[in-house]
């Protein structure tokens, strides 16, 4: 059965930092593109990064560049986000999936987490 299972949200202050991990499982994630995605409250989803398969294509919003870092492990068949400096904006349930393209454009992507909230306090 394929599946991706995001964990690592949370609550956190503002300032703060957390790790997500994206786990595969049913199918090999060294040859898909890796998304991360993000949904906050009455908002459109959102795609905020992708890292290629062999990790050399990265792309961030500017809404996270220079706070967040993608990056992956295909031996342990995860994904990862790492989010430093959270902000009041940052709060949502983020997403990972995979697909054949190096793109953050939703329809692109053929396997979807659940996601994991990321709630942030002052």
């Known amino acids: 059965q394929v599946q991706l299972v995001e964990s690592g949200g949370g609550l956190v202050q503002f300032g703060g930092s957390l790790r997500l991990s994206c786990a595969a499982s049913?199918?090999?994630?060294?040859?898909?593109?890796i998304g991360w995605f993000r949904q906050a409250p009455g908002k459109a989803r959102e795609g905020i990064s992708f890292?290629?398969?062999?990790?050399?294509?990265?792309f961030y919003q500017d809404s996270v560049k220079g706070r967040f870092t993608i990056s992956r492990d295909n031996s342990k068949n995860t994904g990862y986000l790492q989010m430093n400096n959270l902000k009041p904006d940052d709060p949502a349930v983020y997403y990972c999936?995979?697909?054949?393209?190096?793109?953050?454009?939703?329809?692109?992507?053929?396997?979807w987490g659940v996601g994991t909230q990321v709630t942030v306090s002052s």
């Open positions: 999936a995979t697909g054949p393209v190096a793109t953050v454009i939703e329809k692109f992507y053929r396997f």
């Open positions: 890292i290629n398969s062999r990790g050399d294509d990265i």
């Open positions: 049913g199918f090999s994630l060294a040859n898909h593109v």
